[in-house]
């Protein structure tokens, strides 16, 4: 009696031990924007593409203070003079000159140059493009790791699609055996067909589960990347069906890629260095100031144990000779490196007007597939219904009603994968026209409607 209360006691803390795991569970309903939007805040990627922002431009900020704000500097000094011996030009001693023994300066001086032959001007031009390269590289980014967690979702999508068509098919699977053994107690048909059919509800259970180990997986990793909380269960936003995912309008207005708009850029980048290396042969000119304060006067005979303050002021113009032979090899690397630059930016467009027109054929393509799998998926209902009705009244094997009923599975498995790979398509064709700050879903049901409708009415009928 003992055993069994503690069996039973163990029995209940089990269970009490997994409805408390499942409690743990939230479930959020996630749609695409959110997506985006989480994505774009907790991703630690684009995270680090922020922070080479602020990077780029606080030295942007500092090279400006360098260029244009004075160069103030004071210095304070105490120290001690020794007596002065004198000797003759034999080095033959004649006497000592007492000398005030403390001495102290104070001094204080500015520099500002105001013509460099646009150096400095140059200089900071060419950091303030580098600051736009690094929101353009942001940007890009962003999409990048969207459209990647795009491709996640709608595995996670597709995953869901699949159980369901997995758990229809053993529904269906299940009721066919039921009438198999009702059938087999009649005396119509042999038990090796029910052995046949429970194995195909053994396999395609298998396959279910298959399906909820990569459902948690994906889970995992999507809630990873965009900062979920752990044992969060993300629900798909399953109106995605029936949401109009067009190919015309703004799919066919090319706008400018991030990276074709940083390439062009880095053509300007290539411009500054040229002139700054042509800078190298102008003269700078500079202004100062400088007052000082110091003891002792040292230029009379005898010194004087008084303090002097001087103040002077002036331009200093500075030519460096040597950047006329110097600056020759600086100025043709410039124009190569202008001249590798636009060849940059050329292929840049070449890849963008490729992957355009890739991501067009593709979602065209996409939609007929779709079209065609809504066919085969029509003639694989009519094919299942009739291949039933002759084997119920023994007119095929089990052989041929399993073959029409895997037809009907796979039929039903690839118009969903076709439809979600439209919606992938579509989201490409975005970025790859430069719209992708405008993929807002649209709601109407104008395209997809009526195929909505017929899908609804074939899964009635199975």
Do not use: C
Request: proline residues 2%; neutral net charge; hydrophobic residues 40%.
């Amino acid at each position: 009696m003992k055993q069994s209360h503690i069996f039973y006691y163990l029995i209940i803390t089990l269970f009490l031990g997994l409805e408390g795991v499942k409690a743990q569970e939230r479930r959020l309903f996630l749609p695409v924007d959110s997506l985006f939007a989480l994505a774009e805040r907790n991703s630690v990627q684009l995270a680090a593409s922020r922070q080479k922002i602020s990077i780029n431009e606080k030295r942007t900020e500092i090279e400006k203070q360098e260029a244009w704000l004075p160069e103030i500097g004071a210095g304070l000094s105490a120290g001690y003079i020794s007596n002065a011996n004198i000797w003759d030009k034999h080095f033959n001693y004649e006497s000592t000159m007492k000398m005030p023994h403390i001495s102290t300066s104070f001094t204080m001086e500015g520099d500002i140059t105001v013509y460099s032959g646009g150096r400095i001007k140059n200089g900071i031009e060419k950091s303030e493009l580098v600051d736009e390269i690094a929101i353009l590289d942001y940007q890009n980014d962003k999409e990048r790791i969207q459209l990647l967690l795009l491709g996640k979702y709608l595995q996670l999508f597709t995953l869901y699609n699949q159980k369901t068509i997995y758990n229809q098919n053993i529904e269906l699977a299940e009721h066919r055996l039921s009438n198999i053994q009702q059938l087999i107690k009649q005396g119509m048909l042999t038990h090796n067909e029910h052995i046949r059919s429970s194995l195909q509800i053994t396999e395609l259970k298998l396959k279910l589960t298959e399906i909820d180990n990569d459902i948690n997986i994906t889970n995992h990793d999507l809630g990873v990347v965009i900062g979920l909380a752990e044992n969060t269960v993300i629900n798909v936003d399953t109106t995605l069906y029936e949401k109009a995912f067009e190919d015309s309008g703004i799919a066919f207005e090319q706008q400018d890629l991030p990276e074709v708009e940083a390439a062009g850029i880095r053509v300007k980048m290539a411009e500054k260095d040229l002139k700054i290396a042509k800078a190298a042969r102008l003269p700078q000119l500079s202004l100062y100031a400088e007052n000082g304060l110091a003891r002792p006067y040292l230029y009379s005979v005898p010194p004087m144990d008084v303090y002097m303050n001087l103040f002077q002021t002036g331009a200093k113009l500075k030519y460096n000779i040597s950047g006329l032979y110097h600056s020759k090899k600086n100025i043709e690397k410039a124009y190569l490196e202008i001249e590798y630059a636009q060849k940059q930016q050329g292929w840049a467009e070449q890849q963008a007007e490729m992957d355009r027109h890739a991501a067009l054929v593709k979602m065209q393509e996409a939609q007929v597939k779709y079209n065609s799998e809504q066919e085969s998926f029509q003639l694989a209902q009519d094919n299942y219904r009739v291949v039933e009705q002759k084997y119920l009244n023994k007119f095929v094997a089990i052989t041929d009603m399993l073959d029409a009923s895997t037809s009907l599975l796979s039929s039903q498995l690839n118009l969903s994968n076709s439809r979600v790979n439209i919606i992938y398509r579509w989201y490409n064709l975005m970025k790859a026209t430069g719209n992708w700050g405008q993929t807002k879903i649209n709601y109407s049901r104008v395209k997809y409607e009526s195929n909505v409708k017929k899908r609804t009415a074939n899964k009635a009928k199975v």
